[in-house]
């Protein structure tokens, strides 16, 4: 008995797919430049009546940088008030989407950080970054966190694959790494047309409470088109606006 329980946890082990940055997994030419925006609603059980809602923009664009190719990703997250704001800029390696910087404005606070495969600092050199004196070695390299709807569109999904993603929030806990798995697959209607989704999901607790989350990615454009999210006492979906929604960006000079 202790034989197959160890053959069926060694099997198990062998079906997870570990996404390194020294392997180049993910198909970075997955990633197209342009627009995306997306409407982020949630709702509690404590607040039945009440909807919160976001309205998401990111911005992805190719760029040569001190001779590398990178891309160059700028989010604006709108809330219903001005302190709900957020603000985010990443730049990654084009070759395997290694971070290289990240800087963020949330609750009126600018923080930047240098990112590296052994490390990440703060970047001293850029005013008013409140995590200036920010240090953390890595035994690993990593994934910017930030970028996840990035990131999944461009993983090799299949069938019953399940992905083992080394995950880093800057400025926060270590990294550690999160499993992805797909269940199954499903077909979205989008303006009549048919599109057929890998869904990919994910579960865990934080602060005692469990959560799922869930996304479709197209299959053939490997396109982030929704996610579904529930937590205790809550869901939360984004669902991405189609192409002829305004373009946000455009305003007030952005």
Not at 8 to 13: G, L, M, N, W
Not at 71 to 94: C, E, K, M, P
Not at 169 to 179: F, K, T
């Amino acid at each position: 008995m202790l034989i197959v329980s160890l053959l069926i946890s060694i099997k198990t082990e062998a079906q997870i797919d570990t996404i390194r940055l020294t392997d180049k997994r993910l198909n970075t030419g997955y990633l197209k430049p342009g627009l995306n925006q997306y409407l982020v609603y949630f709702q509690t059980t404590a607040k039945k009546k009440s909807l919160g809602f976001w309205f998401w923009l990111r911005d992805i664009k190719t760029e040569t940088r001190n001779g590398e190719k990178v891309f160059t990703i700028n989010q604006h997250w709108f809330g219903n008030d001005t302190l709900s704001y957020r603000a985010v800029y990443s730049i990654n390696r084009q070759t395997d989407f290694a971070p290289i910087y990240h800087a963020e404005t949330a609750h009126g606070k600018f923080s930047a950080y240098n990112w590296s495969n052994d490390k990440i600092t703060g970047a001293d050199t850029v005013a008013g970054n409140a995590q200036k004196n920010f240090s953390l070695g890595f035994s690993l390299p990593n994934f910017n966190w930030n970028l996840d709807i990035e990131t999944f569109e461009m993983l090799p999904l299949s069938e019953g694959k399940t992905f083992a993603i080394n995950f880093y929030d800057a400025g926060l806990d270590p990294p550690a790494y999160v499993n992805y798995k797909v269940v199954g697959s499903e077909v979205l209607v989008l303006n009549d047309e048919k599109v057929n989704c890998w869904k990919l999901s994910t579960e865990n607790d934080y602060k005692g409470n469990h959560y799922t989350e869930t996304y479709w990615i197209s299959k053939k454009a490997h396109e982030f088109l929704k996610e579904e999210d529930t937590f205790n006492g809550g869901y939360r979906y984004k669902i991405k606006m189609p192409v002829y929604a305004p373009n946000l960006m455009s305003r007030f000079g952005r």
